[in-house]
């Protein structure tokens, strides 16, 4: 453990020697534009992967990043930074291969809390059974159900009243879908971009649509 606290030591003092008002400043304001809502997979530092530095992007990480209506932690979150904070974006960020999509499609059984957790995830593949099964490999239906996951989330997040009232009163929020890619460290943007409910109505199915079709096509082909 004490190397952990060695190298907090080590990126404290790279951080002031390249900015000495860094951390003085840092303190004395919380102004981030984005929330970021993404999987708790420690392969995918949410600040990191898009060059953001400490105070320029809000956080919430859970298994398989799911908004859903009944968990007061996400929620809070969302509350937060949009009354709040008054962020302009929120990006709903999944990843292919993730752990909590590939225990879904293979019924896999990871505890007690983490299985009810994951019925969530479920849902989603549940609704979208017949699409996903005209897939030939199993990764590619964990790949689009990573993807589908992303859309449905978007859609979680766009409903909450929260969202609702902003969007009623006149604040300017958009909800965004992307997802991540561990083999070369890229995002992917689903061309989700939500900042109305009328945008949702459009966009949620065109989204849908787009990733189906992509995936109806061969690897070969893609």
Request: proline share 2%; aromatic share 6%; charged share 20%.
């Amino acid at each position: 453990m004490k190397e952990l606290f060695i190298n907090n030591i080590a990126w404290a003092q790279k951080v002031k020697r390249n900015d000495p008002a860094f951390f003085q400043r840092l303190s004395l304001q919380h102004a981030p534009e984005y929330l970021w809502i993404g999987c708790s997979d420690s392969r995918v530092p949410a600040n990191e992967i898009i060059g953001l530095m400490p105070g320029e992007l809000f956080v919430h990480r859970n298994v398989a990043n799911l908004v859903v209506h009944d968990d007061l932690n996400c929620l809070s979150v969302i509350q937060y930074a949009i009354t709040d904070l008054k962020v302009k974006h929120v990006i709903v960020c999944g990843h292919y291969g993730c752990g909590g999509i590939t225990a879904s499609v293979k019924n896999q059984k990871l505890g007690t809390l983490v299985d009810n957790w994951l019925l969530n995830v479920d849902n989603v593949q549940n609704l979208h059974r017949a699409s996903i099964e005209k897939n030939n490999t199993q990764e590619r239906i964990i790949d689009q159900l990573c993807e589908l996951n992303v859309i449905e989330q978007v859609a979680n997040v766009s409903k909450t009243s929260i969202v609702s009232d902003a969007w009623s009163q006149g604040q300017k929020v958009t909800i965004h879908g992307w997802i991540y890619s561990m083999t070369n460290g890229l995002l992917s943007d689903l061309d989700i971009n939500v900042s109305s409910a009328e945008d949702l109505k459009i966009q949620y199915t065109q989204a849908i649509d787009r990733i189906n079709d992509r995936f109806k096509l061969s690897p070969e082909n893609e």
